[in-house]
């Protein structure tokens, strides 16, 4: 293997022990939790690395970084997530390579994916992405709307045309009452989770926890993890 290969192996392996030590400490399947491996600022080459050591889903936050990294990598049977905040002048690109989207947060954006999906002719996942920062009305610092707008939301994804309503995402917050506890705040999006999927059962996706926390995101039941350090390393300086 290249040095590099050799690199990115070793790196996957502590953290998928890392993955079933946490499941195994939470009393879940390992099979319970999908690793999405986040490439943001790693060149197509890593990618392809990543692809032949059994990574099947990649995440993007930028699409000036994804579209091209996409195209890139056509051949090979990936699942591109976004999770970036997006902009509506970004959203046809994104549709056009992208199966998920993971940071809706405003209904402006549902109606632009929903256009965007039915023009590329392909159904594309939406996470509701919540911040748990944000005061009512509100966006996060980090993007994602309040947690009591998920629910109007979430129905104006599900009844877009292209858009399919997958769950839940977010990002453990800086500030508010939530900082520094990220265990309390996945455990949150789990209860919200369980609500939006008394009306939307299919909803079940919970997408929380990146490298630093990963194991509280497992332990409080995300199904989806997002790890990109801990895989590819501390990510060089964007020039």
């Known amino acids: 293997m290249t040095d590099r290969k050799t690199e990115l192996a070793a790196n996957l392996a502590r953290v998928e022990e890392r993955i079933a030590s946490a499941c195994a400490a939470a009393g879940r399947e390992r099979a319970d939790v999908t690793l999405i491996v986040v490439t943001k600022t790693y060149p197509a080459s890593d990618v392809r690395l990543l692809h032949e050591l059994g990574v099947r889903e990649v995440a993007e936050n930028r699409d000036q970084d994804a579209a091209p990294k996409a195209a890139d990598c056509a051949d090979l049977d990936l699942t591109w997530h976004f999770v970036g905040q997006l902009q509506t002048n970004k959203v046809r690109s994104v549709a056009s390579y992208a199966a998920v989207v993971q940071s809706v947060d405003r209904g402006r954006l549902v109606d632009a994916l929903s256009t965007a999906a039915v023009r590329a002719g392909h159904e594309l996942g939406c996470l509701i992405q919540v911040a748990l920062d944000a005061e ?20 104006r994804v599900a009844e877009a045309p292209g858009l399919r309503l997958g769950g839940l995402m977010t990002v453990a917050p800086l500030v508010g009452e939530y900082a520094g506890r990220q265990r309390a705040a996945f455990e949150r999006l789990l209860e919200f989770s369980s609500r939006l999927r008394a009306d939307h059962p299919a909803a079940n996706m919970v997408s929380a926890g990146m490298s630093a926390d990963l194991e509280e995101a497992v332990a ?3 199904t989806h993890v997002r790890i990109g350090t801990a895989v590819l390393g501390d990510r060089p300086r964007l020039g």
């Open 136 to 155: 009512s009305g509100e966006r996060g610092e980090r993007g994602g709307v309040a947690p009591d707008g998920i629910e109007e939301l979430a129905a």
């Open 220 to 222: 409080a039941g995300a």
